[in-house]
Protein backbone atom coordinates (compact mmCIF):
# COMPACT_ATOMS: atom_id res chain seq x y z
CA UNK A 1 0.00 0.00 0.00
CA UNK A 2 1.78 3.42 -1.01
CA UNK A 3 0.69 7.01 0.90
CA UNK A 4 1.17 10.38 -0.02
CA UNK A 5 2.45 12.29 2.38
CA UNK A 6 1.81 16.20 1.71
CA UNK A 7 2.80 18.80 4.60
CA UNK A 8 1.02 22.11 3.80
CA UNK A 9 1.05 25.37 5.06
CA UNK A 10 -0.95 28.24 3.58
CA UNK A 11 -1.82 26.34 0.24
CA UNK A 12 -4.73 26.85 -0.53
CA UNK A 13 -3.94 28.18 -4.18
CA UNK A 14 -2.52 25.16 -5.06
CA UNK A 15 -3.56 21.93 -2.99
CA UNK A 16 -6.82 21.22 -4.62
CA UNK A 17 -4.60 21.14 -7.84
CA UNK A 18 -1.97 18.73 -6.34
CA UNK A 19 -4.43 16.35 -4.67
CA UNK A 20 -5.88 16.09 -7.93
CA UNK A 21 -3.13 15.42 -9.70
CA UNK A 22 -2.06 12.33 -7.43
CA UNK A 23 -5.56 10.99 -7.89
CA UNK A 24 -5.31 10.80 -11.19
CA UNK A 25 -2.28 9.21 -11.44
CA UNK A 26 -3.92 6.37 -9.51
CA UNK A 27 -2.72 7.46 -6.18
CA UNK A 28 -5.59 6.71 -3.57
CA UNK A 29 -4.12 7.59 -0.22
CA UNK A 30 -2.94 11.12 -0.16
CA UNK A 31 -2.31 11.97 3.39
CA UNK A 32 -2.16 16.12 4.05
CA UNK A 33 -0.62 17.33 6.85
CA UNK A 34 -2.00 20.89 7.68
CA UNK A 35 0.36 22.86 9.84
CA UNK A 36 -1.98 25.03 11.21
CA UNK A 37 -2.90 27.19 8.29
CA UNK A 38 -4.95 30.04 8.49
CA UNK A 39 -6.26 29.91 4.90
CA UNK A 40 -8.57 27.32 3.48
CA UNK A 41 -5.75 25.01 2.85
CA UNK A 42 -7.23 22.36 5.53
CA UNK A 43 -10.72 22.37 3.96
CA UNK A 44 -10.03 22.31 0.39
CA UNK A 45 -7.80 19.41 0.94
CA UNK A 46 -11.05 17.15 2.36
CA UNK A 47 -13.04 19.05 -0.42
CA UNK A 48 -10.23 17.45 -3.14
CA UNK A 49 -10.57 13.84 -1.41
CA UNK A 50 -7.39 13.56 1.00
CA UNK A 51 -7.13 12.65 4.31
CA UNK A 52 -6.67 15.92 6.55
CA UNK A 53 -4.45 15.71 9.90
CA UNK A 54 -3.98 19.31 11.32
CA UNK A 55 -1.53 20.64 13.69
CA UNK A 56 -2.85 23.18 15.65
CA UNK A 57 0.32 25.17 16.25
CA UNK A 58 2.69 25.85 13.37
CA UNK A 59 5.81 23.77 13.99
CA UNK A 60 7.03 23.58 10.48
CA UNK A 61 7.72 21.08 7.69
CA UNK A 62 9.68 18.54 9.24
CA UNK A 63 7.29 18.42 12.03
CA UNK A 64 4.23 17.78 9.56
CA UNK A 65 6.36 15.29 7.53
CA UNK A 66 6.65 13.02 10.75
CA UNK A 67 2.84 13.40 11.72
CA UNK A 68 2.37 11.79 8.40
CA UNK A 69 5.27 9.59 8.21
CA UNK A 70 3.75 8.03 11.88
CA UNK A 71 0.08 8.06 10.39
CA UNK A 72 0.74 6.49 7.17
CA UNK A 73 2.98 3.86 9.11
CA UNK A 74 0.03 2.67 11.45
CA UNK A 75 -2.28 2.55 8.81
CA UNK A 76 0.06 -0.31 7.26
CA UNK A 77 1.73 1.92 4.84
CA UNK A 78 4.47 -0.41 3.01
CA UNK A 79 5.70 2.63 1.08
CA UNK A 80 5.52 6.33 1.86
CA UNK A 81 6.30 9.42 -0.74
CA UNK A 82 7.10 13.12 0.68
CA UNK A 83 5.37 15.28 -2.06
CA UNK A 84 5.02 19.31 -1.38
CA UNK A 85 1.67 20.92 -1.83
CA UNK A 86 3.52 24.04 -3.79
CA UNK A 87 2.14 22.54 -7.16
CA UNK A 88 6.58 22.38 -7.62
CA UNK A 89 6.30 18.55 -8.23
CA UNK A 90 5.13 16.35 -11.28
CA UNK A 91 2.80 13.16 -10.20
CA UNK A 92 4.04 11.11 -12.92
CA UNK A 93 7.92 11.53 -11.73
CA UNK A 94 6.24 8.53 -8.70
CA UNK A 95 5.46 5.24 -10.34
CA UNK A 96 8.88 5.48 -12.04
CA UNK A 97 10.84 6.17 -8.78
CA UNK A 98 8.47 3.32 -6.83
CA UNK A 99 9.53 0.87 -9.71
CA UNK A 100 13.50 2.02 -8.67
CA UNK A 101 12.95 1.22 -5.15
CA UNK A 102 10.99 -2.23 -5.40
CA UNK A 103 13.03 -3.66 -8.51
CA UNK A 104 16.65 -2.85 -6.93
CA UNK A 105 14.80 -3.33 -2.93
CA UNK A 106 15.98 0.01 -1.91
CA UNK A 107 14.72 1.77 0.96
CA UNK A 108 15.14 5.24 0.15
CA UNK A 109 14.96 7.03 -3.32
CA UNK A 110 15.80 10.61 -3.21
CA UNK A 111 14.33 12.79 -5.64
CA UNK A 112 17.05 14.77 -7.88
CA UNK A 113 16.62 17.59 -10.26
CA UNK A 114 20.35 17.52 -11.88
CA UNK A 115 19.99 14.12 -13.07
CA UNK A 116 17.80 15.49 -16.46
CA UNK A 117 16.88 18.79 -18.03
CA UNK A 118 13.15 19.18 -17.24
CA UNK A 119 13.75 21.37 -14.08
CA UNK A 120 14.69 25.25 -15.49
CA UNK A 121 16.62 26.19 -12.01
CA UNK A 122 17.26 29.96 -11.80
CA UNK A 123 20.71 31.05 -12.13
CA UNK A 124 21.54 32.06 -8.64
CA UNK A 125 19.72 29.18 -7.15
CA UNK A 126 21.75 26.72 -9.41
CA UNK A 127 24.92 27.33 -9.67
CA UNK A 128 25.37 29.56 -5.97
CA UNK A 129 22.97 28.44 -3.44
CA UNK A 130 22.47 25.02 -4.72
CA UNK A 131 26.08 23.79 -4.79
CA UNK A 132 26.86 25.38 -1.34
CA UNK A 133 23.96 23.48 0.29
CA UNK A 134 25.48 20.55 -1.41
CA UNK A 135 28.75 20.82 0.57
CA UNK A 136 26.91 22.00 4.13
CA UNK A 137 25.13 18.08 3.41
CA UNK A 138 27.90 16.29 2.90
CA UNK A 139 29.52 18.20 5.62
CA UNK A 140 26.88 17.23 8.05
CA UNK A 141 25.28 14.13 6.79
CA UNK A 142 28.71 12.18 4.97
CA UNK A 143 26.73 11.65 1.50
CA UNK A 144 26.87 13.01 -1.44
CA UNK A 145 24.23 13.87 -3.83
CA UNK A 146 23.41 15.51 -6.58
CA UNK A 147 20.60 17.77 -4.76
CA UNK A 148 20.82 18.18 -1.21
CA UNK A 149 17.53 19.73 -0.52
CA UNK A 150 14.67 17.80 -2.36
CA UNK A 151 11.56 17.27 -1.00
CA UNK A 152 10.34 14.26 -3.17
CA UNK A 153 11.77 11.21 -1.27
CA UNK A 154 10.05 7.69 -1.65
CA UNK A 155 10.73 5.66 1.78
CA UNK A 156 10.24 1.81 2.37
CA UNK A 157 8.75 0.31 5.45
CA UNK A 158 11.63 -0.60 6.44
CA UNK A 159 13.10 2.91 6.54
CA UNK A 160 10.32 4.65 8.36
CA UNK A 161 10.69 2.04 11.04
CA UNK A 162 14.34 3.82 11.28
CA UNK A 163 13.91 7.57 10.22
CA UNK A 164 12.45 9.69 12.79
CA UNK A 165 12.57 13.61 12.03
CA UNK A 166 13.32 15.25 14.95
CA UNK A 167 13.79 18.68 13.04
CA UNK A 168 10.78 20.73 12.93
CA UNK A 169 11.99 23.51 9.88
CA UNK A 170 13.64 23.06 6.97
CA UNK A 171 16.42 21.33 8.83
CA UNK A 172 15.22 17.71 8.39
CA UNK A 173 16.48 17.29 4.82
CA UNK A 174 19.66 17.04 5.67
CA UNK A 175 18.92 15.39 8.89
CA UNK A 176 16.75 12.58 6.46
CA UNK A 177 19.85 11.86 4.82
CA UNK A 178 22.24 11.86 7.89
CA UNK A 179 19.59 8.56 9.21
CA UNK A 180 20.02 6.85 5.76
CA UNK A 181 23.62 6.87 6.18
CA UNK A 182 23.74 6.13 10.26
CA UNK A 183 21.15 3.51 9.45
CA UNK A 184 22.88 2.12 6.78
CA UNK A 185 20.19 1.95 4.04
CA UNK A 186 20.03 0.93 0.67
CA UNK A 187 19.41 4.21 -0.98
CA UNK A 188 19.58 6.29 -4.95
CA UNK A 189 18.96 9.02 -6.95
CA UNK A 190 15.85 9.30 -8.89
CA UNK A 191 15.21 12.64 -11.58
CA UNK A 192 12.51 14.60 -10.95
CA UNK A 193 10.86 18.20 -12.26
CA UNK A 194 10.78 20.93 -10.14
CA UNK A 195 9.02 24.09 -11.31
CA UNK A 196 9.91 27.56 -9.98
CA UNK A 197 7.25 29.73 -8.47
CA UNK A 198 9.70 31.81 -6.32
CA UNK A 199 13.23 31.30 -5.13
CA UNK A 200 12.11 29.67 -2.22
CA UNK A 201 14.12 29.72 1.46
CA UNK A 202 17.17 32.28 0.38
CA UNK A 203 20.09 32.89 2.28
CA UNK A 204 18.63 33.64 5.74
CA UNK A 205 16.45 30.70 5.52
CA UNK A 206 19.79 28.76 4.30
CA UNK A 207 21.42 29.88 7.83
CA UNK A 208 18.39 29.00 9.89
CA UNK A 209 18.71 25.61 8.47
CA UNK A 210 22.72 25.26 9.19
CA UNK A 211 21.84 26.58 12.74
CA UNK A 212 19.27 24.18 13.31
CA UNK A 213 21.93 22.01 12.72
CA UNK A 214 23.99 22.35 14.56
CA UNK A 215 22.28 23.34 17.44
CA UNK A 216 20.28 19.89 16.59
CA UNK A 217 23.29 17.34 16.31
CA UNK A 218 21.11 15.26 14.76
CA UNK A 219 19.88 13.67 17.84
Same mark, same amino acid.
Given at each position: ?I???? %????????? *? =??? =??? &?? #????? /???????? !?D?????? /??A?????? #????R????A?????? +????? @???????????? +??? $????? $?????? =????? !????????L?????? %?? &???????P?????????T *??????? #?? @?? =??????????????????????????Q??????????? %????????? *???????????????? *????
Open positions: MFIVV %PAHNEEKTI *G =RVI =RGL &FE #HGFAN /VLVVDDAS !DATGRLA /VEGAKVLR #HEVNGQGALQTGDE +QAFNS @GAEVVIHFDADG +QFN $PEDIS $PAVKLL =RKNDL !DVVLGSRFDGRSKI %PW &FKKYIILISRWVNYFF *GLKLTDA #HN @GF =RIFSRNALEKICITQDGMAHNSEIVYIKKNDLKWAEH %PVEVKYFEY *GQGIMGGFKIISDLII *GKFS
